[in-house]
């Protein structure tokens, strides 16, 4: 979710520090993975789109649609329309990465039909979640500037929301993953050799929810300072 960001320095940035260096490293273990399985082929040699379509019909969820989406990494499952959708580079590879990522974004429709609680929370936040990572900063910033303690107060509380978006987005991301191992070990879909590979892939990819995590809570002490600062003077 974008972060508005103002426009002077001041030093409470530094407690940013230790979440961009997590974000940066999560961001390239995430991609290098990926990259480095993307390049071997499963032996079973299916593509993520007939993976992902026969562990939908496998469990009964036939009305799950499998489409390919633009773009690189932007895989999803869409519960909204029940549509799975699967970048190119995994929709039409029979890579380890691919299978690994088209069997975590069925975990999430497996989610969604069983009700999955973390799930039903997450998606009920992501409105609020949405408005307050959006407006959170600006009122926030208004006040600090022009002395408005109730505006920050404000952008506090609606940063909160977006920061319980982020925590309760974790155990669903490991969930889907867990899902997916067993999903794929179960099927046959990979050899005993190829599964801790594609793990990988998964494990690089929670790592980026977990930076992003770290990053929303550091943020939130970033404004309590500045919000004690502001009291102070």
Same mark, same amino acid.
């Given at each position: 979710?974008?972060?508005?960001?103002? $426009?002077?320095?001041?030093? =409470? #940035?530094?407690?940013?520090?230790?979440?961009?260096?997590?974000?940066?490293?999560?961001?390239? +273990?995430?991609?290098?993975? $990926?990259?480095?399985? &993307?390049?071997?082929?499963?032996? !079973?040699? +299916?593509?993520? /789109?007939?993976?992902?379509?026969?562990?939908?019909?496998?469990?009964?969820?036939?009305?799950?649609?499998?489409?390919? =989406?633009?773009?690189?990494?932007?895989?999803?499952?869409?519960?909204? /329309?029940?549509? &799975?959708?699967?970048?190119?580079?995994?929709?039409?590879?029979?890579?380890?990465?691919?299978?690994?990522?088209?069997?975590?974004?069925?975990?999430?429709?497996?989610?969604?039909?069983?009700?999955?609680?973390?799930?039903?929370?997450?998606?009920?936040? $992501?409105?609020?979640?949405? $408005?307050?990572?959006?407006?959170? *900063?600006?009122? *926030?910033?208004?006040?600090?500037? *022009?002395?408005?303690?109730?505006?920050?107060?404000?952008?506090?509380?609606? *940063?909160?929301?977006?920061?319980?978006?982020?925590?309760?987005?974790?155990?669903?991301?490991?969930?889907? /993953?867990? !899902?997916?191992?067993?999903?794929?070990?179960?099927?046959? #879909?990979?050899?005993?050799?190829?599964?801790? +590979?594609? +793990? /990988?892939?998964?494990?690089?990819?929670?790592?980026?929810?977990?930076?992003?995590?770290?990053?929303?809570?550091?943020?939130?002490?970033?404004?309590?300072?500045? !919000?004690?600062? !502001?009291?102070?003077?």
């Amino acid at each position: 979710m974008p972060y508005f960001m103002p $426009f002077y320095w001041d030093w =409470t #940035y530094v407690i940013l520090i230790p979440a961009v260096i997590l974000a940066m490293y999560a961001q390239a +273990k995430v991609s290098g993975t $990926f990259q480095r399985y &993307l390049r071997i082929p499963s032996r !079973r040699g +299916k593509t993520g /789109s007939q993976v992902a379509r026969e562990l939908l019909d496998s469990h009964g969820l036939h009305d799950v649609r499998v489409e390919m =989406t633009p773009g690189h990494l932007t895989d999803h499952y869409d519960p909204r /329309s029940r549509v &799975l959708r699967l970048s190119r580079d995994v929709y039409h590879s029979t890579s380890l990465a691919a299978l690994g990522v088209a069997a975590h974004e069925t975990g999430h429709a497996l989610q969604h039909a069983q009700n999955y609680v973390p799930l039903g929370i997450r998606n009920n936040l $992501f409105p609020v979640a949405h $408005f307050g990572s959006q407006m959170a *900063f600006p009122l *926030f910033f208004l006040g600090f500037l *022009f002395n408005g303690p109730l505006l920050m107060d404000l952008g506090i509380l609606l *940063f909160v929301a977006a920061l319980l978006f982020q925590v309760v987005t974790l155990p669903v991301e490991y969930n889907a /993953s867990s !899902r997916a191992m067993r999903l794929l070990e179960v099927g046959g #879909y990979l050899a005993p050799d190829e599964a801790p +590979k594609a +793990k /990988s892939v998964l494990d690089a990819a929670a790592l980026t929810y977990l930076a992003a995590t770290a990053m929303a809570v550091l943020q939130l002490i970033r404004l309590l300072v500045l !919000r004690g600062h !502001r009291d102070r003077r």
